[in-house]
DNA sequence: CGAACTTTTGATATCACTCAAGGGACGTGG
DNA sequence: CCACGTCCCTTGAGTGATATCAAAAGTTCG
């Protein structure tokens, strides 16, 4: 059955249980990817979004541009996440979709959407229950770097980020893959890359965590919680 | 009518052109508001919310308390807006709402909201259009905490407060009513107060804008927002 | 009028930034 | 298969923005 490795079920599941026939219509729609390659713009600031992506593998970021140049990356996406669900009712994107590795990645059309909204009451909860994580994900993020050092930033997101590949299968052993760039990281939690360069150090100075080849493993997870003051309960994934 | 100092209708009707059914309803709706206090919590971190708060009047705020005591402000609730609207799907809030000023304070029933939006789609609409400039707003303020300096944050929230304000008539000549402490601005920002306050200084001195006893008045609006890198578009207010 | 906040100021400390350069790693083309 | 370019990570040195601590001055309110 697909619905292993299909992170749109695999994500959904923790938010309701859903009956076979919901597996079947979230299979169906999850169906038709194409590849797209790392650092190529889904949806970009000023667009009308015309429906919805869906992040099937891979890593996206959304970001906000300032006109100084600097970017501020604020949410990731991860397979099984979704672009704007209620994009139909805002006319222009505010901020831009970009893929961070190869994607896989699925288009569905409003119409789409909202008969699967209608025909599964089940999913039309998920799907908001979704966008209410998001949301709650996006004032975790802002007591993040409004409040934290940069050790705690980091270790906080790493902390997330966990909790959301294990709920789609893609963490093994607290380690997962992880394809930014320490410029990204900066760009994540409003700090410099050499900053963030040495926060990591020290991160693996203490013995938290190893970071190579675009992998990241938490080796010592109770004590990076510590540091993070993280709370999974936000992400209502159960993690 | 009512029309004019009901902030809700003031507010929504910024977003869909209300018809005086609707108006109706939101009036109705609207009544039956207590008197609370400043400085006292609506809705506490934790709890299961029961319904809708609807403030008519005053200032209050959502917040994130840290295991540290250091508080970080996730958002400013002006007349008109709601707590949260599909509250009723979370088991618990993550966060903490509370007054800064003396509030008026509507309590609206789960069933009362689903009557509302089944009514009227228009209301409906509406009402889902403006958890999504909520939720732009907290992007905005996480490029604001994330990237910007101290004076660049204290002005884009000023120029932010000033569009809202005004959408619902609470302002004039570019002045408007802010019963803040500036420790509350640092909670805000992930300043420290000290700051804040060297901060307002020098805005003061480029004479941009003027506050005292609670009242912000901007000076000099075109330059604020150039400081700010304001762009109103997020709010959907037409400021 | 006094108590409790809030704002302001000064002095000092620190975290994080910038600039600059060197050292991988990786891929591409010769 | 090597040479080279590019991108990323790392390091060092110096600077700057913001925090902390402490106390005085101003404000508000019972």
New binding site residues.
């Given amino acids: 059955m697909g619905d292993i490795d299909n992170p749109l079920i695999r994500k959904i599941g923790h938010f309701e249980a859903l009956s076979d026939a919901d597996r079947t219509i979230l299979e169906r729609v999850s169906t038709g990817s194409r590849l797209i390659g790392a650092r190529t713009s889904l949806i970009r600031e000023g667009d009308r979004p015309d429906g919805v992506l869906l992040l099937m593998e891979g890593m996206a970021c959304r970001y906000k541009l300032r006109s100084t140049g600097q970017r501020q990356i604020i949410a990731y996406l991860l397979p099984g996440d979704l672009s704007d669900l209620d994009a139909a009712l805002l006319k222009k994107m505010d901020h831009t979709i970009t893929t961070l590795s190869v994607c896989r990645v699925v288009s569905i059309p409003t119409d789409v959407i909202e008969r699967l909204i209608t025909e599964s009451p089940t999913i039309g909860r998920s799907l908001r229950m979704s966008t209410l994580v998001e949301e709650a994900t996006l004032r975790e993020w802002l007591v993040n770097v409004g409040s934290r ?3 705690e930033r980091i270790a906080h997101l790493f902390c997330e980020l966990l909790v959301r590949f294990k709920a789609i299968g893609l963490a093994h052993n607290n380690s997962y893959a992880l394809p930014l ?3 990204d990281l ?1 760009e994540t939690m ?6 963030v ?5 020290e991160l693996r100075r203490d013995g938290l965590i190893e970071l190579k ?1 675009r992998r990241l493993t938490i080796l010592d997870l109770p004590r990076l919680q510590a540091v993070a003051e993280f709370d999974a309960h936000y992400l209502r994934l159960g993690g």
Same sequence: chains 1, 2.
């Fill in positions: 050092s940069a050790m760039t320490q410029a900066g409003g700090l410099s890359n050499v900053h360069n040495r926060s990591l150090q080849n």
